[in-house]
């Protein structure tokens, strides 16, 4: 209706336009950024004149992109090749004969095809929902910009799942931005700050209610109604923002801005009115990480934000609110003519580097600590122990009611503007330099020693790793069994994955692809590392570091590795029958009751190889059943150890920021309090209770109360309705009882509660009667909404 209603309203405010609006552009047109003449353009209209495709003004010079035209403040939607530098007023924008869309200047000398189409196109249109599209000679889409959303999504757009809305980097300048919006395959809708993982540890929004996992996607129509639902339409469809449908003739788009918040915004096309803002997210303006730059935290305003930067540290460019902090001294070198204070910020958290800990017991002597060590710039206290952090500070935000104090070494007077100083400090740097060797010298040695340790600590079914050095013939990859951690170069990898042709699913930060070696015997998983993390060299050290010391049967093995130039590659053994996740929701492959069984004791003894049989102890941090998978023997594996935890010898409890995937982290995560290999428990017991009723932890397309499966499975136990958690299958009722006793028992809000992985594999294998589970007195604690 609306729709309708709109488009009349446009149709005759641009009676105009429209007439002489080309419904398809032919090649041989062109647009010029500047009219030189008067039989020239510089965008090409939609037939009701509402859109433009062609250049605007952009800094010093032009872009090219689309834009809604219609209306007094003209608006950019989308960009082409948002990155690239403006252009010059000379430049054409020229539909060639070959069907490429080629932007020229001779000033700049550019001359380049804008549209990353795969050419051919013979039209082009603008069409009136904002959507530039490109046509073959069949009349088919080719290319359409709706498929390319830079910030902006339109009505009848569409959010694919994996795909991203990235902010600009400002009101006038369209290029990319530092926040982005995702479609998650876990079915939610989330926020992150550009170019960090997608780990919970980094999102600073989600809708609070996954969408139907794996093909979710995000739709705004002509009421402005936000919502998800999947392939299949409206089926599992879940709301964000509820329309508006009694107001007529506003259109809608919605935008992630520069400050990371998402909002939707509408004008009214009766009026001449600007944009105002319907409904945004996060309500909290300083909740997108990173906010205000390194070494800066935002505050709130009545109105708005401001960015304060840590004692002794000055914003870099005054004028630049985001631009972040730096010092106005150096503190490692621990100058005599200096004086050093240590300065408190309470309620702070940040991205936690530990670089080393020193004994104190106290804040006071922590400051103190950190006050007499040169090499450290700042400290947090927390657990009682006095942790050093490194600068920068990333991701600093402060949060009311978060114990944490960040204690920061600021350097009173200034220095003495003696001649002698530089030279001083010059043999002071080399000092240093000569020390730092030295200590790195030291490192590699213990390092070496560790790590025959740790081998040898994990000896029960411990890995050779002595390269046995075979001949290969001709060249051709063979890979014995013996030989571990081989290390392969990426032409190698690209030949026997055949140029990455078959995807086997995607991990942690990769996309793993199916692979075969040794004359195509052999099959093969390998891992790339994606290009664009930050983390990536973390992951790929933590997996090598992880899974290539250990060795069980239950866990999947790493067979070798590509560290060359920029890729990251890891190579597994082939699991032949996909995932847990992949077996226990797919009705027509899941596997009945004593083999589910099976399953899970494996799973709980891969995770017991890991808590208790490896030194150091491992927490694997991302249990569930899409990081489990099966071989062709339907022996479960564990897998994926992007996010794991090493911990010290002598530790028994780390704190680190939240990792883990949404429905299956422990609470603790949540309340920032140290972890355990409870954590482990924790996403253990969610997945039994997924295993003993084969669907997800989350499920929206059964009745309200079963959504949540931990709750319900409370509910069936409490009321003794333990046979509606496996749909009335015929099984054991004494087994079901006592198996989903150990899910709840493991699933305890309180971590010390939770039995080992030890007591849970017994309880598992053996028949004895397992006590009731105490009833559960928090409640559980929202994601994001702390
Ligand atoms: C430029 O646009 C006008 C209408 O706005 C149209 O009549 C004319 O044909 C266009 N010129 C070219 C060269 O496409
Ligand atoms: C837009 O921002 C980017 C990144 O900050 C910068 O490199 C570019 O020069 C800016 N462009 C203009 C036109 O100001
Ligand atoms: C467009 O490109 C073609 C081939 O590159 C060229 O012959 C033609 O002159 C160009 N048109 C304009 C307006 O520059
Ligand atoms: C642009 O490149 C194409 C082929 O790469 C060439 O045919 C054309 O002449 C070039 N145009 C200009 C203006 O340099
Ligand atoms: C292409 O499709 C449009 C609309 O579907 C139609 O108006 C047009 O005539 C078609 N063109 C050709 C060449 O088939
Ligand atoms: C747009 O993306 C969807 C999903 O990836 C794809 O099915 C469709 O073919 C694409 N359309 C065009 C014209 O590229
Ligand atoms: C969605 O469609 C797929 C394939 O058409 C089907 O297997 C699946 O059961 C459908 N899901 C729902 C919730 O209808
Ligand atoms: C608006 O209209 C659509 C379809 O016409 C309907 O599905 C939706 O529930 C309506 N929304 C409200 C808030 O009334
Ligand atoms: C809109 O603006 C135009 C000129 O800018 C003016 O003539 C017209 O009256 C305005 N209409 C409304 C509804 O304010
Ligand atoms: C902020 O709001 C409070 C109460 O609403 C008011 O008392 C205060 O003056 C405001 N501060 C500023 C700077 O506007
Ligand atoms: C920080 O917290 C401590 C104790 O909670 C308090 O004594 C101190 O005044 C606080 N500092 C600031 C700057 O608020
Ligand atoms: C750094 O700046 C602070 C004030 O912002 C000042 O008190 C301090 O003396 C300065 N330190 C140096 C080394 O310049």
């Excluded at 809604?68 to 960009?79: A, S």
């Excluded at 929206?700 to 309705?721: D, P």
Aim: a negative charge; one cysteine or more.
């Amino acid at each position: 209706m609306a729709t309708i209603f709109l488009f009349l309203l446009l149709s005759a405010i641009f009676t105009a336009e429209a007439q002489s609006g080309q419904s398809r552009i032919k090649p041989g047109s062109f647009l010029t950024a500047t009219l030189t003449t008067t039989t020239t353009n510089s965008s090409w209209l939609s037939p009701s004149g509402l859109y433009a495709f062609g250049f605007y003004k952009q800094g010093n010079g032009y872009a090219v992109g689309i834009f809604v035209e219609g209306i007094p403040q003209k608006t950019v939607v989308w960009t082409a090749n948002r990155d690239d530098p403006p252009v010059p007023a000379d430049a054409i924008l020229n539909f060639t004969s070959d069907g490429q869309l080629v932007l020229q200047s001779a000033q700049q000398g550019t001359n380049k095809s804008i549209l990353e189409s795969p050419g051919g196109a013979t039209s082009a249109s603008m069409l009136d929902s904002g959507n530039f599209v490109l046509y073959n000679s069949n009349n088919n889409t080719i290319w359409q910009s709706f498929n390319h959303s830079t910030d902006t999504l339109l009505p009848s757009q569409q959010l694919l799942v994996q795909s991203e809305l990235k902010s600009s980097v400002s009101d006038s300048n369209h290029s990319t931005g530092r926040f982005l919006l995702l479609m998650q395959q876990d079915g939610y809708l989330a926020m992150y700050p550009v170019g960090t993982p997608y780990t919970i540890e980094y999102g600073y929004w989600d809708n609070g209610r996954p969408g139907e996992t794996d093909n979710a996607k995000l739709n705004l129509d002509d009421n402005g109604h936000l919502y998800l639902d999947s392939i299949n339409g409206t089926a599992g469809m879940v709301d964000i923002h509820q329309g508006d449908n009694s107001t007529k003739g506003l259109l809608y788009l919605l935008r992630i801005d520069a400050d990371g918040i998402l909002r939707l915004y509408s004008h009214n096309m009766d009026q001449n009115g600007t944009w105002s803002v319907t409904w945004s997210q996060p309500d909290d303006k300083c909740a997108p990480k990173g906010l205000c730059g390194l070494n800066a935290y935002c505050v709130k305003t009545n109105q708005s934000f401001d960015c304060n930067c840590l004692p002794g540290f000055a914003r870099i460019n005054q004028s630049e609110m985001s631009s972040g902090c730096e010092r106005n001294f150096t503190a490692e070198s621990c100058k005599a003519s200096m004086t050093y204070t240590m300065e408190a910020v309470n309620n702070t958290i940040w991205e936690y580097k530990n670089i080393s800990v020193l004994s104190s017991s106290t804040q006071e002597a922590c400051k103190a600590a950190c006050l007499q060590d040169c090499k450290c710039e700042a400290a947090v206290f927390i657990d009682g122990e006095c942790k050093t952090q490194s600068l920068p500070f990333r991701f600093l935000t402060l949060r009311q009611g978060d114990s944490n104090v960040a204690l920061i070494k600021v350097g009173i007077s200034t220095p003495t503007t003696d001649g002698n100083v530089s030279k001083k400090s010059k043999k002071e740097v080399i000092i240093i330099s000569v020390s730092l060797v030295a200590f790195a010298i030291v490192l590699v040695i213990s390092g070496v020693v560790m790590y025959r340790y740790r081998v040898w600590a994990c000896k029960k079914e411990s890995y050779q790793f002595i390269q046995k050095k075979k001949k290969s013939n001709h060249g051709n990859i063979v890979l014995s069994e013996e030989v571990s951690l081989r290390s392969f170069t990426y032409a190698e990898l690209e030949q026997v994955t055949d140029n990455f042709k078959e995807e086997l699913g995607r991990g942690s930060f990769g996309i793993v692809y199916k692979g075969a070696i040794g004359d195509g015997k052999k099959l093969i998983a390998v891992k790339r590392l994606d290009k664009l993390l930050a983390d990536r060299e973390r992951e790929f050290q933590t997996e090598m570091k992880v899974i290539g010391r250990t060795h069980h049967k239950n866990l999947v093995q790493l067979l070798g590795y590509c560290h060359d130039g920029p890729n990251r590659l890891l190579v597994y053994e082939y699991m032949s029958n996909g995932s847990l996740a992949d077996i226990l929701f797919t009705p027509e492959k899941q596997p009945c009751w004593d083999e589910r069984m099976e399953i899970a004791r494996n799973i709980a003894r891969g995770i017991l190889y890991l808590h208790e049989e490896c030194m150091p102890q491992i927490i694997h941090c991302d249990i569930k059943p899409q990081n489990i998978l099966m071989d062709e023997n339907m022996c479960a594996k564990i897998s994926d150890f992007g996010l794991s935890k090493l911990l010290k010898p002598d530790e028994t409890k780390t704190f680190t920021d939240i990792r883990g995937t949404r429905g299956y982290v422990a609470p603790e995560w949540h309340r920032k309090m140290a972890v355990t290999v409870k954590v482990d428990v924790y996403s253990f017991g969610i997945v039994l209770l997924e295993i003993i009723c084969c669907r997800k932890c989350v499920d929206y397309n059964v009745a309200e109360e079963e959504a949540i499966l931990e709750e319900w499975a409370y509910h069936c136990f409490e009321c003794g309705e333990l046979g509606k958690l496996v749909n009335e299958e015929e099984v054991d009722k004494k087994q079901l009882e006592r198996i989903t006793k150990v899910a709840l028992w493991c699933i305890l809000y309180e971590p010390s509660l939770r039995p080992s992985m030890k007591k849970v594999l017994l309880m598992l294998e053996g028949t004895l009667d397992i006590p009731d589970p105490p009833s559960r007195s928090i409640p559980p604690s929202v994601w994001g909404n702390e």
